[in-house]
DNA sequence: TGATTCATGTCAGCATTCTGACATAGGTTG
DNA sequence: CAACCTATGTCAGAATGCTGACATGAATCA
């Protein structure tokens, strides 16, 4: 049956789904006490290091639709995390920024996450770290090639 | 910024997530025209591998919970793709297993998620291939070591 | 210029997954 | 044997994400 199949013993691809989900539940625990999930610390980290990403942009930056992402984006604003213009200073588009509470939300909770990234590459060498880093990229690249492309 | 942050352009954490939405966004594009979406497959595709599996165990191979595994375990016995017994043949678990109907529909899924798995890995070498397998068994390893353990 | 195409923000409805809780079966330990 | 602990199946409710759809602004093009 396993000739038939995809293996999943053995499936690159499988295994990369088995990772995310280890890294996943990593950041959530680590997360929850601070009253955040993955999802909310991706938007908040983005802006942080990309201030003024519209909505779109956002959703394209944490992998979710840009529906999703607005929902997240006004709850945010709700909770005074986040900034957006009443109107756009050109097109559509509203370009959202963190407020001093969104920052300080954030810096907890990237010192959370990136313990757990270290952890995560705990017992790689850089040389491991780097040749990982080169292959996902690549997975990534092959899988875009044959669709969309965007 | 960077420097205090977690750079998500140099990031492996966020390398995993883009690689892992990619596939999924991949193999959902493939498996859609079949009326199949990746949990009922891989739900599918482990209980051809290791018939029997409880609802739990199954839960456990796709990573959501069980409770989650048993709401599509109850459409999937609906649809007439699977099989549990009325009642459980020791404790209360209840061995689940593939009708010649989930045989079929599994046998075309099969054969399209295996183009997708075969399409993000061209480009990458046997040993490219073997490399990168390592590295996400570590990183899965070094993620669960200070946890729950399961 | 006018028409077309594309991207954006947003609303509504639906699907999926999760957390919380409960009862029950089996194994473990005193 | 009895008490405890763990794992399982399941129900209910809430959170989260998605698809479909629409109007609008910008860019492209004839």
Redesign the interface.
Known sequence: ??Q?????E????Y?????????????E?VLRPLGMNVTRYSCL??L??RPGLSNSELAR?A?VTRQSMNVLLQALEREGYVTRPAEAPVGKVLPTRLTPRGRRSLEKA?VA??S??V??????TET??S???R?????????????DGA
Request: net charge negative.
């Open positions: 049956m396993n038939d199949g995809v293996d999943l053995t499936s690159l691809g295994l990369l789904k088995e990772a995310s989900s280890a890294l996943r539940a990593a950041m625990e980290e983005l942080a290091q930056g992998f990237t996450v990136r757990v990234e952890r995560m590459l705990a017992g790689m491991e770290q040749d990982a880093f292959s996902l990229q690549s997975m990534i690249h092959s899988l875009r090639k044959g669709n």
